[in-house]
Each structure stands twice: as structure tokens, then as C-alpha cells.
């Protein structure tokens, strides 16, 4: 059937506009995705910078015997309404342990209430307007301003928001991620070698990795539903540890790692192993001196991100209890402990406004933490990886 001129080039035409218009709404698909996330980033770093500053009170304490029974003694009247109770309540403890400071006064800067805070930042708050104007006046004799807050970053977790720190969870995260790591990288890493360099292919290994691939699919709090039966109900793994929910996240992980090992070990060419079986290497050692090597780099670099993937995880560890209240600093893998995400997530259900800077100010060290390992992961792939 011939076509004029006229027909081909409408037909052109036609194309010519369905792909320009596939292209605009790919371009448009994009700008609407790069939206949200600019969204999301300023609303997180709208709320959770001011996370980053405290309000603290310079107030003069008086060693007297009634800071001995009790804190507001040692205290103005007015100005102790504005401190933090947290303060309060460790004057007759220091007076305990440091009986010299009977009789002497001392001044210092000091946590304020987390109401206080809030009036500093310009954001909802329950002071009164006497309250208010003894704020106003200390801040007039420069007795009241908001500092870098340390605490957040040198306490464990506290019913008081102004006392509420994130050192506790990053030293569970880091614990539990020791546990993760030192059970997913080795056990991962070999089964993908015996797998791709070793097994037989059968319907018994055709099997199994039909089922890692699976496994690497399934919603990760059915891995927090098989620790809890296994590790804790079976095992008697201490609840709420973090080698319970280091092993946990560890059965979430190993699929990850395994399928990123085998694709960086079928990267390798099959003329390198030809070369070392021909000088006479056994296939062990054409595994282990040639191929590894070799494929180290891509194996790095998908270990990196599944612990990435792990590190945010919040269902698996809720389900095994590690939303723990850890108000002290522990370093120990069978007692109680939480996580970055676990802690976000408690101070995400509480009530008070001075937590949701809390809670976002946590998300931005969480999001700080993973891109720098995506990031790790992205440069070691940049500068290991071989192209054949």
C-alpha cells in the first residue's frame, strides 16, 4: 500500500509530538519528584535546626541546708519556675557528693524549662505573662539566651524535652549494627560464593535463590515477627538488646548481600578464573586470590548500603522491644537499649511541642548518617571498580 508525501510526513508529525510529549511529562514526572523532596528537607530543617540550640538561664545557687532536701531552695523564687527540673533535682545530689559546697554560692548557666525554650524560639509556649516579662528581663541583663545544644548530643533520652538527648540511641545504633554486620557481611558473602562459584545447578540451588530473592522482597516487619519467635520466644535472647535486634536485622540484611555479591562476582570475566585454572590454582584458590579481589569493591558497596537500608529500619526493632525509655548511657549488648529510629519515633508520639523539634532534629542526624554511606558506598565504587 503506497503512501503519499503528505501522509508520511503527518505521520512524522504525529510522532514527533507523542515524543516530544513523553518528554515533557518525564521532565514534568521529575520536577514534581524534586519538588517533594525540596519540600521535605525544608520542612526538616525548618523544625529540626532549632532542635540544635537550647535555652539556658544564668541563675546564682546558695549552698544552703534546705538544697539539701530541696533543689528550689538553692534558687530565686522567680527565676527557679524557669529552670529546668532536671537541674533542680541534681543539687542535692552534688551537695551529697561534694559536702565543701555547704555555706559557698556559686553562678552558672543552666538548662532552662522547656516552656522558656519555646518563648525564645518564637514558637508555641504555655508561660504566663509574669513569666514572660522575668524572661524578658533576663534576657535584657543577658542572663538568658539560647546556646549550641550539647545535651542533645551528650544525653540519653528524658520525659523532659529540654533534657532529651540522642547519645543513648547512636551508641544502641552503633551497637546494633556491629551485631548486623559481623552476621550478615561473612555468612552473606560465603553463601553468594558457594552459590555462584561452588553449587551445582540443580533444582535444590535453583530453589534457594528463587527464595533470597524473595526474602529480599517481603516487608521487613515479618523480619522483626521471625526474630521475636526465634531469637527471643526459642533462643531467650534478651528483648529489647541490641544483639537481639543486631541478629534481627541481620536476617533482613543477608539477602541484600547476597544478591549484591553474586552480581559483583559475575562482573568478574570468566577469563580471569580460565587464566588461574590454567597455571594450575584449585578452584578455592581462584576464588580466593583472583576472583574475591576482584569483585571486593561491588561487594563493599552493596554491604554499605543493605546496612544503610538496615540503619533506618523502625518495624523489625519495635516488634522486639527495642523502643526502650533508656534515660543513662550503657555500653552492652544483652541490656536494653534503642535506636536512632526507634527514638524518633517515641519522641514523634509525644504529646508536648518542644519534641517535634526533637523529632526532627533526630531525622536530620539519622538522614546526615545514611548519605554519608551512601556516599561512602558511591566513592569506594568509584575508585575500586574495574570496567572489562
Known amino acids: 500500500m503506497s503512501h503519499s508525501f503528505d501522509d508520511i510526513s503527518a505521520q ?5 509530538r507523542q515524543s516530544s510529549r513523553l518528554k515533557w511529562i518525564s521532565m514534568g514526572a521529575l520536577g514534581l519528584a524534586g519538588l517533594f523532596l525540596v519540600l521535605f528537607f525544608a520542612d526538616m530543617l525548618s523544625k529540626g535546626l532549632p532542635a540544635f540550640q537550647q535555652a539556658q538561664i544564668q541563675v546564682q545557687i546558695d549552698y544552703n541546708e534546705d538544697a539539701q532536701r530541696m533543689g528550689r531552695a ?9 529552670v529546668s527540673r532536671t537541674f533542680e533535682r541534681l543539687i542535692p545530689v552534688r551537695m551529697r557528693d561534694n559536702p565543701e559546697l555547704l555555706g559557698t554560692t556559686e553562678t552558672r548557666w543552666v538548662l532552662a524549662d522547656s516552656e522558656v525554650d519555646q518563648y525564645l524560639k518564637g514558637h508555641r509556649h504555655t508561660l504566663s505573662e ?6 524578658d528581663a533576663l534576657v535584657e541583663q543577658d542572663r538568658a539566651e539560647l546556646k549550641f545544644n550539647t545535651t542533645f548530643f551528650a544525653s540519653g533520652d528524658s520525659k523532659m524535652p529540654e533534657a ?13 549494627m556491629l551485631v548486623t554486620l559481623s552476621i550478615a557481611f561473612p555468612v552473606g558473602v560465603m553463601t553468594a560464593l558457594y552459590l555462584e562459584e561452588f553449587a551445582p545447578d540443580n533444582r535444590l540451588t535453583q530453589l534457594i535463590e528463587i527464595n533470597i530473592n524473595n526474602l529480599a522482597a517481603i516487608p521487613s516487619i515479618l523480619f522483626g515477627l521471625l526474630g521475636l519467635a526465634i531469637f527471643i520466644n526459642f533462643f531467650g535472647v534478651p528483648r529489647s538488646s541490641p544483639l537481639v535486634g543486631g541478629m534481627t536485622l541481620a536476617l533482613m540484611t543477608l539477602p541484600v548481600i547476597i544478591i549484591a555479591t553474586r552480581t559483583a562476582l559475575r562482573s568478574v570475566p570468566d577469563s580471569i578464573r580460565h587464566a588461574a585454572f590454567g597455571v594450575g590454582c584449585s578452584r578455592w584458590q581462584v576464588v580466593r586470590d583472583h576472583v574475591l579481589p576482584l569483585a571486593m569493591p561491588g561487594i563493599m558497596t552493596g554491604s554499605i548500603i543493605g546496612l544503610a537500608q538496615a540503619m533506618g529500619e523502625t518495624a523489625p526493632l519495635i516488634i522486639v522491644g527495642m523502643v526502650a525509655f533508656i534515660p543513662d548511657i550503657g555500653v552492652s549488648f544483652t541490656n536494653a537499649a534503642t535506636v536512632l529510629p526507634a527514638q524518633v519515633f517515641t519522641w514523634a508520639g509525644e504529646p508536648d511541642q518542644a519534641f517535634v523539634e526533637k523529632t526532627a532534629g533526630g531525622i536530620l542526624v539519622l538522614l546526615a548518617i545514611l548519605i554519608f554511606l551512601n556516599a561512602t558506598a558511591v566513592m569506594l565504587r568509584r575508585k575500586f571498580e574495574r570496567r572489562w
Open 12 to 16: 512524522l508529525k504525529k510522532r514527533h
Open 74 to 82: 538553692a534558687l530565686d523564687p522567680e527565676v527557679s519556675r524557669l
Open 130 to 135: 509574669s513569666q514572660q516579662a522575668t524572661v
Open 164 to 176: 532529651a538527648g540522642i547519645l543513648a540511641a547512636a551508641l544502641g545504633t552503633v551497637m546494633t
